[in-house]
């Protein structure tokens, strides 16, 4: 994002008069308009004056970086600290008696040859497979839907609050009820494909399949996740398309663009820079996704199904040891970082290019 | 622009479908809760027997409904109008002053995305816990602990999206309210946010999903007085039998209210989204 934002700070005390409507005019330097002629009182303007400019901003926004602080940065440090504690229950009532191992919590749990250490990478392995189709699939339906909707046609504002209603949707609601549609008996979707089409008999659960335990749960979870997120995709580049300008459609189609070449020549391009942000957002909430597995499993997800976010609440909660938990967790931040560094490096430099 | 025959029926295909899969989990809710309980016992059906309100009646007496109905709602409404109220002042700083650190923000908003919350959740559950032996502030286990906690999750993006309504607010009205001798604050509750009323809506029902829709915090900061929906509608689920149509009938109550604010609002949410992303 190169943001116009930031530039070099002014030298102090120098009232810069910026055009009307240029992005960073200064409020208060506009000139009041009848002077007082009393030096005490100008001098008390004016500091009042650059108090205004000078002081006021950082103000504004202290409460609000405060509470990231207390709330985020504060916590994310201890649990870094924790990361190098032997942090165990038997050390919770009082960290001061918990020994400091320091990256032994580390090696402990990424040492991928103990049993500890390889489901770790399972549940790494299942994590990075499920982002990268929930992502996929999530990003296609939004895109297909903005780009279908995008036309006048009866009915499309109809369509167009049903597609955003699993996004305004509770998770917890539309989890539980997703639950209820893979209940093997009960359920919708085993109605559907055994009942009613007459497929899917012979697997785990004999003439009607589980979805909620064994390896049919992975695709349950798929599922769910991406009815849960496509919608927030698709109001993105709904957003992102109503900044295209309709000149480029008007040229497209006096040179004779079809459909496809429409899309692939000006839709597409047009919304890369939304493309970039939002499949990043998409890839970090869908890797960190605890909610979704948490609730349609009821607390502990099978382990085909067993993300990481949720291995690591269990490892943490079901046997209190905090220290290899916070190890896993600031493990994950590294990972996620780096992939966000790389990814912002890549496509930056691709925009810079293009 | 002439639509082609090919396209006519790919966006025939394409837009049934979708509708189709967001509506089917949405109909199964709707209609199981209008079911009576034999139906959801036995094989799925898609038309219910006959139609009974029960459920309605019933869910608030399997579960305490009720008290976890009014802990979201206090929960969510503070957060909601906290994070409201601290955003209007961050975003008004970052939309009409230069300052050191205010390229920082878009950055800050982005990475605040990429922190596991599990991450947080461990340290921050061991911190309330211990502020609370320490100095008796109880933060663990209390609906205070969550009202902090949630309006830290929406505050990024509710400042992110009330920088760009406010951009969008000409600043010609901004140095006509100075040129009067209005003061920035004054400027920002005269002219500022009467003109941004919208946004601000649409930030605070935001803010008020956030904190309604948290499952992961709520599951560990909460005990049975200060149970939120998000843990206590899973509650139905750990009874000795599953009354299928109350927990639709629960789930769809507790929609409502969020999904009927989400789309009202909607034009507000893209006007944001566009504002915030096109930086």
Same mark, same amino acid.
């Not at chain 1, 499920?130 to 895109?143: E, H, P, R």
């Not at chain 2, 700083?93 to 650190?101: D, H, K, L, Q």
């Given at each position: 994002m190169n943001s116009p934002y930031g530039g070099p700070p002014r030298p102090r005390g120098v009232?810069?008069?910026?055009?009307?409507?240029?992005?960073?005019?200064?409020?208060?330097?506009?000139?009041q308009p009848e002077p007082p002629r009393d030096p005490r009182s100008v001098a008390r303007i004016r500091r009042r004056r650059r108090f205004h400019t000078r002081q006021l901003p950082y103000l504004l926004i202290l409460p609000a970086v405060g509470l990231e602080i207390v709330i985020h940065v504060v916590p994310i440090l201890v649990g870094m600290w924790m990361s190098l504690l032997e942090l165990t229950q038997f050390h919770i009532q009082d960290w001061s008696t918990a020994p400091f191992v320091g990256l032994g919590n580390y090696t402990a749990t990424l040492d991928f040859t103990s049993a500890a250490g390889k489901d770790l990478l399972h549940s790494f392995g299942i994590t990075i497979v499920y982002t990268t189709l929930s992502v996929f699939l999530s990003w296609l339906f939004g895109t297909a839907a903005a780009v279908f909707l995008q036309r006048p046609f009866r009915g499309r504002a109809l369509l167009r609050t049903l597609f955003l209603t699993p996004y305004a949707l509770p998770v917890y609601a539309a989890v539980i009820t997703w639950g209820f549609l893979f209940q093997r008996d009960t359920g919708l979707v085993n109605h559907v494909l055994v009942d009613q089409l007459g497929i899917g008999a012979g697997g785990d659960g004999g003439d009607r399949p589980f979805w909620l335990i064994g390896s049919n749960s992975f695709w349950a979870l798929l599922v769910v996740s991406?009815?849960?997120?496509?919608?927030?995709?698709?109001?993105?580049?709904?957003?992102?398309?109503?900044?295209?300008?309709?000149?480029?459609y008007e040229a497209a189609a006096i040179d004779g663009a079809g459909f496809w070449r429409r899309l692939t020549s000006v839709t597409l391009p047009a919304l890369r820079p939304v493309n970039q942000v939002l499949l990043l957002v998409l890839f970090l909430w869908t890797f960190n996704d605890f909610n979704t597995p948490y609730v349609l499993f009821g607390g502990s997800a099978p382990r085909e199904a067993d993300l990481?976010?949720?291995?690591?609440?269990?490892?943490?909660?079901?046997?209190?040891?905090?220290?290899?938990?916070?190890?896993?967790?600031?493990?994950?931040?590294?990972?996620?970082?780096?992939?966000?560094?790389?990814?912002l490096m890549l496509t930056n430099r691709r925009r810079d290019h293009a | 622009m002439r639509e082609g025959r090919g396209e006519q029926i790919a966006r025939w295909i394409v837009l049934t479908f979708l509708?189709?899969?967001?509506?089917?989990?949405?109909?199964?809710? !709707? =209609? $199981? *809760?209008?079911?009576?309980?034999?139906?959801?016992?036995?094989?799925?059906?898609?038309?219910?027997?006959?139609?009974?309100?029960?459920?309605?009646?019933?869910?608030?007496?399997?579960?305490?409904?009720?008290?976890?109905?009014?802990?979201?709602?206090? !929960? =969510? $409404? *503070?957060?909601?109008l906290f994070s409201v109220a601290i955003a209007v002042f961050a975003a008004f700083a970052i939309s009409r002053y230069r300052f050191r650190g205010r390229g920082l923000f878009s950055v800050a908003v982005l990475s605040t995305q990429m922190f596991p919350g599990i991450l947080f959740l461990l340290p921050l559950f061991l911190i309330y816990v211990n502020l609370g032996t320490a100095t008796g502030i109880e933060l663990y286990q209390t609906r205070l602990g969550l009202v902090i906690t949630y309006l830290t999750f929406s505050l990024p993006f509710s400042i992110w999206m009330l920088v760009g309504y406010f951009d969008s607010i000409p600043r010609g009205l901004d140095e006509a309210a100075q040129v009067d001798g209005a003061s920035p604050l004054r400027t920002l509750f005269t002219v500022i946010l009467p003109t941004a009323v919208p946004g601000i809506v649409a930030v605070t029902v935001y803010a008020f999903m956030t904190a309604w829709g948290e499952v992961l915090f709520a599951s560990i900061m909460t005990d049975e007085s200060s149970r939120t929906l998000a843990v206590g509608l899973q509650a139905y689920s750990t009874q000795f039998q599953v009354y299928w149509n109350q927990v639709m009938a629960a789930s769809l109550v507790v929609s409502v209210p969020v999904v009927a604010g989400f789309l009202a609002l909607q034009r507000y949410f893209v006007a944001g989204l566009t504002a915030g992303a096109v930086k």
């Amino acid at each position: 994002m190169n943001s116009p934002y930031g530039g070099p700070p002014r030298p102090r005390g120098v009232a810069v008069v910026q055009p009307r409507h240029s992005a960073d005019v200064r409020p208060l330097a506009v000139e009041q308009p009848e002077p007082p002629r009393d030096p005490r009182s100008v001098a008390r303007i004016r500091r009042r004056r650059r108090f205004h400019t000078r002081q006021l901003p950082y103000l504004l926004i202290l409460p609000a970086v405060g509470l990231e602080i207390v709330i985020h940065v504060v916590p994310i440090l201890v649990g870094m600290w924790m990361s190098l504690l032997e942090l165990t229950q038997f050390h919770i009532q009082d960290w001061s008696t918990a020994p400091f191992v320091g990256l032994g919590n580390y090696t402990a749990t990424l040492d991928f040859t103990s049993a500890a250490g390889k489901d770790l990478l399972h549940s790494f392995g299942i994590t990075i497979v499920y982002t990268t189709l929930s992502v996929f699939l999530s990003w296609l339906f939004g895109t297909a839907a903005a780009v279908f909707l995008q036309r006048p046609f009866r009915g499309r504002a109809l369509l167009r609050t049903l597609f955003l209603t699993p996004y305004a949707l509770p998770v917890y609601a539309a989890v539980i009820t997703w639950g209820f549609l893979f209940q093997r008996d009960t359920g919708l979707v085993n109605h559907v494909l055994v009942d009613q089409l007459g497929i899917g008999a012979g697997g785990d659960g004999g003439d009607r399949p589980f979805w909620l335990i064994g390896s049919n749960s992975f695709w349950a979870l798929l599922v769910v996740s991406v009815w849960r997120m496509w919608p927030f995709a698709f109001l993105c580049l709904m957003a992102g398309l109503q900044n295209v300008p309709a000149e480029l459609y008007e040229a497209a189609a006096i040179d004779g663009a079809g459909f496809w070449r429409r899309l692939t020549s000006v839709t597409l391009p047009a919304l890369r820079p939304v493309n970039q942000v939002l499949l990043l957002v998409l890839f970090l909430w869908t890797f960190n996704d605890f909610n979704t597995p948490y609730v349609l499993f009821g607390g502990s997800a099978p382990r085909e199904a067993d993300l990481i976010s949720i291995h690591i609440y269990n490892n943490s909660f079901s046997t209190w040891d905090f220290g290899t938990g916070s190890a896993m967790s600031v493990a994950l931040l590294l990972f996620l970082l780096l992939v966000t560094a790389v990814y912002l490096m890549l496509t930056n430099r691709r925009r810079d290019h293009a | 622009m002439r639509e082609g025959r090919g396209e006519q029926i790919a966006r025939w295909i394409v837009l049934t479908f979708l509708a189709a899969f967001v509506l089917t989990p949405l109909y199964v809710m !709707v =209609s $199981s *809760a209008l079911k009576p309980l034999q139906d959801v016992q036995d094989n799925f059906t898609w038309i219910p027997s006959s139609l009974t309100f029960q459920a309605f009646i019933d869910m608030w007496s399997t579960v305490p409904l009720g008290q976890y109905l009014m802990n979201s709602l206090i !929960v =969510s $409404s *503070a957060a909601a109008l906290f994070s409201v109220a601290i955003a209007v002042f961050a975003a008004f700083a970052i939309s009409r002053y230069r300052f050191r650190g205010r390229g920082l923000f878009s950055v800050a908003v982005l990475s605040t995305q990429m922190f596991p919350g599990i991450l947080f959740l461990l340290p921050l559950f061991l911190i309330y816990v211990n502020l609370g032996t320490a100095t008796g502030i109880e933060l663990y286990q209390t609906r205070l602990g969550l009202v902090i906690t949630y309006l830290t999750f929406s505050l990024p993006f509710s400042i992110w999206m009330l920088v760009g309504y406010f951009d969008s607010i000409p600043r010609g009205l901004d140095e006509a309210a100075q040129v009067d001798g209005a003061s920035p604050l004054r400027t920002l509750f005269t002219v500022i946010l009467p003109t941004a009323v919208p946004g601000i809506v649409a930030v605070t029902v935001y803010a008020f999903m956030t904190a309604w829709g948290e499952v992961l915090f709520a599951s560990i900061m909460t005990d049975e007085s200060s149970r939120t929906l998000a843990v206590g509608l899973q509650a139905y689920s750990t009874q000795f039998q599953v009354y299928w149509n109350q927990v639709m009938a629960a789930s769809l109550v507790v929609s409502v209210p969020v999904v009927a604010g989400f789309l009202a609002l909607q034009r507000y949410f893209v006007a944001g989204l566009t504002a915030g992303a096109v930086k």
